[in-house]
Each structure stands twice: as structure tokens, then as C-alpha cells.
């Protein structure tokens, strides 16, 4: 009996216990479950309105402003030389990227004057990814000045200016408005205050934003990337290695039998540029 | 008997080490760190949309329906776990979350690495198309692989001081 009795109580004591840890157990549950919701709502919320956001911000792709003469769907690419030539040449360069200067100090005398005897129409793709990997803003900035030069019909001769001034890829001197200023000096009438305020106000930023998103959603991946007539040529055109005397010798080919185009009749840079060229200039100080 | 209790002594003490105040405080910096780590990736991604999409566009893994909603919800994504790491909230749960994200970018990197194009991890912001010589797959994975081993402690430990976690419970 006594036995039994104990036995019953010890039953009873064990069942309450039992019962109170069951209960923790289901409130620390119940707070873990509450945790998770909160966990996931606090999560979810983030990434939705995160998506709007951003969604909203990036709205405009087309560029409010482009600068005049630009050409093509949204006005991204800068034409230079006669639009009717027979042949195009696509150039996708970067204000910051060291090939891309190597390219320009080679081989822009002969692309100018493949311009000037209207045999080629050039088309370039200015664009910025240099910054990402380096940071900076040298690719923008530099891109938005060339921006302002086509813009004030001084494309080319800035063009070629900047590339001969063109700095280590690691240095930013882009990325200083007033260096690209201080080169505009070199190109007769550039350096006016329009000029000045469109650089320092980097007016073309949303323009330079968008021809880079046309690069990134394009099937290049390097730069320079140069086309004639839609095939690649540079480093090389088959197995033939690009040089400025093959440039005119396939330009030439492409064109046998057609008629010239006639240059300056999309109205670029009058200043003569075949003399802005091969001389290695030191930069400017 | 006399062996079960040695072991049992030398149990307790190693649960004391991963279970006592001094491993709550380590719990803390553990938390704190991913925290630093998830908010400086987030914030990094914020400010330009367009580069937070090229990043993800650069795999070449998602569809390009994907590669924006993807880039626009990622820093955010990484921003609230940043946050509710701060806070000591749904420690363990948020670990989960960010070992897998972290495993997620391990596996993307590698297989960028393993088809051999050249991009940059676009992890801290920036990304996309780089020079084959700056490709820093190796640095990024081992980076991540770190990241990874402060989430895999908090799995383990969620318990950590100066949390919300340690406050509701209390």
C-alpha cells in the first residue's frame, strides 16, 4: 500500500513535470516559429521593395541627353568620316584601358585618313567598364568629355588628344575634370566655357551609363573591340595580324568597286587630323 | 563507472567552452563580423543598379530576364541580413541563410573559373568583364570559404551575448 502510494505520487509529481516541460517546449517552439516569420517577412520585404527601387532608379535607360550627332538606337554610338563610305568600322574603346591606347597611337593617323578619303565611316562605341574593376571615375568622366567634344563637333581631334595623353590604367588622372579640361587646350576651340561646364557637370553621365549597358548586354567583352564591316580585325582578321598597312590594304578590299564616300558631310570635327597623330607626345604638364 | 565519469568531466568541459559566457562573447564578434561583411556587400551594390545587374549578367549563369531582378534584390538581400545579424535576431536561422548564399557565390565563381572567362566576383561592388591577369578567383573563393566558416559557427552556437535572441528567450 505504502509502496503504491509513493509510487502514485511520485506518478503524479513526474506527469506535472512532464506536463510544464511540454509547455516550454511548445512556447520556445512558438517563439522559434515567431522568430522565422519575422526572419522571413523582414527578408522577403527587403528584397521586394529592394527590386521596386531599384527598378525605379534605373528606369530611364534611354539617356535624356545625348550629344548631338550621335547616331544609332538611342543615339549611343559617335560617328565619324563620311556616313555614306562604303565600309564601317566599329570601335568600342575605354577612356582608361591601355590596349585601347596602344590601338590609337598606332592607328589613328591611318584611320583618319581612311575618314578623310571617305572610305571608311567609324563608329565608336565609348565605353566604361574600367572603373569597375579599378575604381575611379577616369572611363566615365573621360567618356562623358568625349560625350561633350562630339557634342561642340570636336569629336575626333579630343579624341585622338586624349588617347595620346592617356594615363597608366591604374592612375585616375581621368578621373580629375580638370586634366580632361587642361587637354582640351590642345584642340582649337574646344576649351570654351560650354565645354567646361559639360565636363564638370558630367552632363552626359546618364548617355555614357547607357552606352555601357549596351556594351555589357552586347557579346564583347574586351576592349578595344574594332569591326569592319561587322567582322572582327583586331588583334587579328583571320590569321592575319592587324597593322595600320593592313587596315588599308582590307579597307581597300572591302570597298574595291564601290564609290567613296564623301566626308564631312555628316558634319564632324573640321579640323584636319592627319596631322593629329603618331608623335608620342609627353603629357602635357 | 569511474570512466563514464571522466568522460563525462571532460564533456562538460569542452560544452563549457562552446557553451559558456566567453563562447557568447566570441558568439558576438562572430556575428558582428558577418554582419560588417554582408552590410559592406550590400551597400556597395546599392548605389548603382545598372553595375549590380552587369555583375550578375558577367556569369553568364542566369537568364537575362533574371540578371535583374537578381542584381537589384541581391544587396538587399545581403543588407537584411546584415541587419537582423546586428540585432541578434533569428541568429540561427540567418546563419542558414547566409552559409547557403555564401555557397551559392562559392559555386558561382568556381564555375566561372572552371569555363574560363574573366570576371571580377562583383562581391564588394563593381564586377563584370575583366582583364584575364585580374581575375582573382582563387583570392575570392578562399575569402568566401572564411565568410563561410564564421556562418557555420553560428550555426552551430547561435547563442550569443547582447542579442535579441538571448533577450527573448529570457
Not at chain 1, 525605379?56 to 550629344?67: I, L
Not at chain 1, 590609337?104 to 566604361?128: M, W
Not at chain 1, 567646361?196 to 576592349?223: L, P, R
Request: aromatic share 8%; proline share 5%.
Amino acid at each position: 500500500m505504502s509502496e503504491k502510494n509513493r509510487e502514485g505520487k511520485r506518478n503524479a509529481r513526474d506527469k506535472m513535470k512532464e506536463a510544464r516541460a511540454a509547455e516550454e517546449a511548445k512556447a520556445r517552439r512558438n517563439r522559434k516559429l515567431a522568430v522565422g516569420g519575422v526572419v522571413a517577412v523582414v527578408i522577403a520585404a527587403a528584397v521586394v521593395v529592394g527590386v521596386v527601387v531599384q527598378n525605379q532608379r534605373s528606369k530611364p535607360e534611354t539617356p535624356t541627353a545625348a550629344p548631338a550627332g550621335t547616331i544609332g538606337d538611342k543615339n549611343l554610338v559617335i560617328p565619324v568620316g563620311a556616313a555614306n563610305a562604303p565600309s564601317t568600322l566599329t570601335v568600342y574603346e575605354d577612356p582608361r584601358c591601355p590596349a585601347c591606347g596602344s590601338f590609337e597611337r598606332t592607328f589613328s593617323p591611318t584611320v583618319d585618313q581612311l575618314e578623310d578619303a571617305g572610305k571608311v565611316y567609324v563608329n565608336y562605341h565609348i565605353v566604361s567598364f574600367i572603373d569597375r574593376s579599378l575604381g575611379g571615375s577616369g572611363s566615365k568622366y573621360g567618356a562623358n568629355a568625349l560625350g561633350c567634344a562630339q557634342d561642340a563637333g570636336h569629336f575626333r581631334d579630343y579624341h585622338d588628344v586624349l588617347y595620346r595623353n592617356q594615363p597608366e590604367e591604374t592612375e585616375d588622372s581621368f578621373g580629375t575634370k580638370q586634366t580632361l579640361i587642361d587637354l582640351a587646350k590642345q584642340v582649337p576651340g574646344l576649351d570654351t566655357p560650354e565645354f567646361q561646364s559639360c565636363v564638370n557637370s558630367n552632363k552626359f553621365g546618364g548617355w555614357v551609363s547607357a552606352v555601357q549597358q549596351d556594351f555589357d548586354k552586347s557579346s564583347y567583352k574586351s576592349t578595344p573591340t574594332v569591326l569592319l564591316n561587322g567582322e572582327a580585325i583586331y588583334p587579328k582578321k583571320g590569321d592575319e595580324q592587324i597593322s595600320p598597312e593592313n587596315l588599308v590594304k582590307w579597307v581597300d578590299a572591302a570597298n574595291q568597286g564601290k564609290q567613296l564616300g564623301t566626308p564631312g558631310s555628316n558634319g564632324q570635327s573640321p579640323a584636319p587630323s592627319s596631322t593629329a597623330a603618331e608623335s608620342n607626345t609627353p603629357p602635357s604638364p | 563507472m569511474a570512466s563514464q565519469q571522466a568522460d563525462r568531466g571532460r564533456v562538460s568541459g569542452l560544452r563549457r567552452a562552446v557553451d559558456g559566457s566567453a563562447a557568447e562573447w566570441f558568439g558576438l564578434a562572430v556575428r558582428l563580423g558577418l554582419a560588417l561583411v554582408w552590410g559592406w556587400a550590400g551597400l556597395a551594390k546599392v548605389a548603382d543598379p545598372a553595375e549590380a545587374a552587369q555583375a550578375v549578367r558577367a556569369y553568364e549563369i542566369l537568364p537575362e530576364s533574371l540578371v535583374k531582378p537578381v542584381g537589384w534584390g541581391l544587396p538587399f538581400l545581403e543588407l537584411a541580413l546584415a541587419l537582423l545579424l546586428l540585432l541578434g535576431l533569428g541568429t540561427r536561422i540567418v546563419a542558414i541563410v547566409s552559409g547557403v548564399l555564401l555557397l551559392v557565390f562559392i559555386a558561382g565563381i568556381s564555375s566561372a573559373w572552371a569555363r574560363g572567362i574573366s570576371i571580377d566576383c562583383g562581391c564588394f561592388g563593381g564586377g563584370g568583364t575583366v582583364d584575364e591577369s585580374q581575375t582573382k578567383y582563387l583570392q575570392e573563393i578562399l575569402r568566401d570559404s572564411g565568410f563561410l566558416l564564421l556562418a557555420a559557427w553560428l550555426v552551430y552556437r547561435p547563442r550569443t551575448k547582447l542579442s535579441l535572441d538571448a533577450w527573448l528567450a529570457a
